[in-house]
């Protein structure tokens, strides 16, 4: 799935919207931090009015809203922490201690990685943003300030305030790739939408450096007002606004050609800025002032003034500044085992997962058959409920977070040779950015099932005398093939009234029977069990005894030989004569 481009308010990197969306958008809702008042201020841009304002901790200084758009971050100075908002509520969800002094923040491109630049500790706080924990801390140069990421994640670029560097992170093994010497005093960091380039301001340079993010190294620096603190760039990453804090004005920098290209004048101290998501006009707060002043970007005049809380610092945008919803659906479907003999149960588990950005509603997932015979015997679901349309199974997921998975498991039996295949769908209510990931299939070969042919031999022998006389008689299985046998059973019919006797292990007898079992068996072997009649308790003339396979495994493939029969004449206990 290609990188979204990215629109970088204050320092915070959100996804950029599509033109749909932002026809279809409300007013975007700005939430501006107040340095003073330890609050946020969420300003409706339709009105540029107040419509809540949030407490946070202490000396908030940063603040950037998650993709989903469902979260707001504030870094606040001096109480060493985050504040996680909820933007549904304007409440305060949870706060996280991170690093001494934390001055701005950066999100990854999912938002489920949180990053604080933390000025008085040399180092950066990564922060697990599903769990609200700080995960690893890197070191980075003196005085970290300004933070922000490549689109698609990869690095975190930090300027650090005292040390005149800016850091380069990769943000998988979190560590400090490479150390790029800037301006003076640098503050605020920016990154164009393609990621190519990274644009610093040189608080006590009056200048901002360009860096070539494939070379890491500085490949213009270009002249601005005095005192540049914060930057922005426009949604099409087309300029660069520069809030200059003691000059009291925005520099507007072409970024095809790295020069200046208007000036406007603000109120006192502009600290950041941030545009709107269509990219019509650019909000700066103005800390000493107080105010708030919105600059049209087609004509790079002020267009409107308004008061804001006692020091309005930093601010980012919400409610617009996004695109729609989106929730990427995974799919995988495996087999409990391939190949199956036919007749033999098979399994299919899919399991749908949800990669972000944000939580999906109303998951479906459906397993549809096709192929070889079969029958679909059941299906169930980690979360929800399956219902069986053959050849189809359907599951209703429910609601499945970010990052999270359910699995559907169907069970089929087979019921011809041939091959089976599954193939699995998902879908949420979210638009999906990438849906060819939305199906997966798995096809199991169905062969015929083994067989072990069992021969069943049943011999006689009289043993005769005047103290003892008995019959002997032999029952044998025999796996003639052409599988291995697992097991047989094999049962005798006794001539009426007799009883036998001298059971051999594995064998077992009721009125007017013997039944024998039998373990594995290669092709070709037997294994032959005896028991003993006594003469005594027959009454004399023909005792038939008959052995029958009653069952086996696997499957015999033919009954002609399943029996057999051995006969005995018996004229006094002196005299018998036996076949079979």
């Known amino acids: 799935m290609a990188s979204a481009a990215l629109v970088v308010t204050g320092l915070a990197a959100v996804a950029a919207p599509s033109a749909q969306a932002l026809a279809l958008a409300p007013a975007p809702v ?11 201020r969420v300003l409706d841009t339709a009105t540029n009015t107040t419509v809540a304002t949030i407490p946070v901790g202490s000396s908030p200084t940063g603040v950037t809203v998650s993709p989903d758009l469902a979260h707001v971050y504030t870094a606040n100075s001096d109480s060493g922490s985050v504040s996680v908002i909820d933007a549904a509520t304007n409440t305060v969800a949870a706060t996280v201690a991170v690093g001494s002094s934390p001055v701005k923040l950066a999100l990854s491109p999912t938002g489920s990685t949180l990053y604080t630049a933390n000025f008085g500790a040399n180092s950066i706080s990564v922060v697990d943003t599903a769990t609200a924990t700080v995960t690893a801390t890197v070191a980075v140069g003196s005085g970290p300030f300004g933070i922000a990421l490549t689109p698609d994640g990869s690095r975190a670029y930090v300027s650090n305030n005292n040390g005149n560097t800016v850091s380069v992170i990769d943000t998988a093994t979190k560590t400090v790739t490479a150390t790029v010497g800037v301006g003076a005093k640098p503050n605020g960091i920016a990154l164009t939408p393609d990621g190519t380039r990274a644009y610093v301001g040189n608080q006590n340079g009056a200048s901002v450096s360009v860096i070539d993010t494939a070379t890491n190294t500085v490949a213009a620096t270009v002249a601005v007002g005095i005192g540049p603190f914060g930057l922005s760039l426009s949604p099409d990453g087309s300029r660069v606004y520069v809030s200059n804090n003691s000059s009291s004005s925005v520099s507007v920098i072409d970024t095809a050609t790295n020069t200046v290209t208007a000036t406007v004048g603000v109120g006192n101290g502009p600290f950041e800025s941030a545009s709107t998501p269509d990219g019509s006009h650019l909000y700066v707060p103005n800390g000493y002032a107080g105010t708030v002043s919105v600059i049209s970007t087609a004509t790079n005049t002020v267009t409107a003034t308004f008061p804001l809380g006692s020091f309005p610092y930093a601010i980012a945008f919400g409610h617009g500044a996004a695109a729609a919803p989106t929730a990427d659906l ?4 495996t087999d ?19 990669r972000g950005q944000s939580n999906a509603t109303d998951t479906t997932a459906t397993l549809t058959l096709s192929g070889a015979a079969h029958t679909i015997a059941s299906a169930t679901a980690s979360q ?3 219902t069986i349309t053959a050849p189809a199974v359907t599951c209703t997921l429910g609601a499945l977070p970010n990052g999270a998975s359910a699995t559907v498991t169907v069970t ?27 199906t997966a299939a798995q096809s199991t070969t169905v062969n015929t099932p083994p067989a072990s042919d069992v021969a069943v031999d049943v011999t006689a022998q009289p043993h005769l005398g005047i103290l003892v006389p008995y019959l002997t ?20 019919t006794l001539p009426p009234g007799a009883t036998a006797t001298n059971l051999p292990a594995g064998c077992t007898t009721t009125a007017g029977t013997v039944t024998c079992t039998y373990g ?6 037997a294994v032959s069990k005896t028991f003993q009649i006594p003469l005594h308790l027959l009454s004399l003339g023909v005792a038939h005894v008959t052995g029958t396979r009653t069952a086996s495994a696997p499957a015999d493939p033919d009954a002609g030989n399943d029996s057999d029969t051995a006969t005995c004449t018996v004229v006094s206990i002196l005299l018998a004569t036996c076949s079979g």
């Open 30 to 40: 700005a939430y501006v931090a107040d340095l003073m008042d330890n609050a946020v």
């Open 330 to 333: 995974t799919v995988a479907v």
């Open 336 to 354: 409990s085992a391939d190949p199956v003999s036919q007749g033999d149960p098979l399994t299919y588990t899919t399991t749908v997962t949800n």
């Open 384 to 386: 929800g409920t399956c």
């Open 412 to 438: 089929v039996t087979t019921g011809a040779t041939g091959t089976v295949t599954a193939t699995a769908t998902a879908a949420a209510t979210e638009a999906d950015p990438a849906s060819a990931n939305n």
């Open 473 to 492: 008689y032999t029952l044998t299985a025999r796996n003639t093939g052409p599988a291995p046998l697992t097991s047989a059973t094999v049962t005798a």
């Open 520 to 525: 594995a068996l290669a092709n070709g072997a």
